[in-house]
């Protein structure tokens, strides 16, 4: 009887478990909810004051984007994040693509990366509208930069990371963030802030 | 066998007062409903403190907003639609405001979901946005009014403290000169 009596609490769990997430209607019922994950699933392979990682990925663009290419001329963020059509992913980068004078004004770039295929990644952004910054597949070998940055969750997808590096290559900073939530803008506003005054 | 019979009632009573808990928290406030009493964070700029007849700082109420309807506009600065829809809503606002027998009689604010404050003022800045944005960070506001997709908006009609839901619904608001009238027309004004 003491079991019988769980069911009614877990059937309340079960309700209350799920999270609103993904909420713009430009989605509508196109987000795969995952449910909360492990916040964070991975080590990291990079510290802040290393040279970053090299890597050289496909845009959903059609361009090879290359790290290498903004060394002494950007700064660069690196978004990654879990996958496409999840929630919380769904709620970053649109929020990241009307701050294209943030990023301009610290004169860096920015870089979205997903271990997901170039179609899927094109039909997703799609209904984020025309976004400003390159889209990188990190398909195949799948994750591969994920992993050379340490960010590859054992499940495959990457975590929802930022790393900030400089004009040097050098890493400035490094957020792994819990990958059910989506980290506060301001502070990577800050963190950019701090490239003027070094 | 009165064990088992309480045990069942138990569970009855708990499955039946979760669900009641449910259906009130994710159905949107409704038409002809009683807005809730939400505590609203008071703008910290005099223009928007002014706009909604308030001063000081600490929370508000939208009954105690100086006027006789609210638009609410449940957004977040994230939302791909509600960038879209923005300066649709600024010229629902401008519409407002120059019309004398709306101005002061209608106002419009947003609540952003999931949004800091800082959010919500890049996003006044970027769509220049007139009216108040107020945070809402941690989904509270969210959660009691139905947990809604955005951008979701609700009107509602104010007299004597107490509040009347006279529209909510999901999605863009289209042409506004047709959606004033309808508000204008469901609360009386016109």
Redesign the interface.
Known sequence: ?KK??F???L??FC?FAQS?CA????Y?NNIYNPGELKPVDSVLKVKTGQTAPSFKLKAVSGKMISLQDYRGKKNVVISFVPAAWTPVCS??W??Y???KDIFDSNDAVLLGITVDNIPTLYSWTN???KLWFEVLSDFWPHGAVAKKFGVLRSDGVAERALFIIDKKGVIRYIDVHNINQ?P???TL?RELEKLKIR | MKRTIFCLAVMIITLFMAMTIVVAEINPPQVGGVFPEIDLLKPNNSVDLKYLGLSGSGSFKVSQVKTEVVIIEIFSMYCPYCQGEAPNVNKLYASIENNPAFKNKIKIIGIGINNSLFETDIFKKKYKVEFPLIPDGDFKLHKIMGEVRTPYFIVVKLKGGKTEVIYSRLGALGDINVFLGQIAKLSGLQ
């Open positions: 009887m019988l009596l069911l009614p609490a059937v309340i309700i609103a909420l713009s209607d430009a509508k709620d970053q649109p929020g693509n009307i701050i209904q984020m509208g989506r506060p803008l301001e506003v």
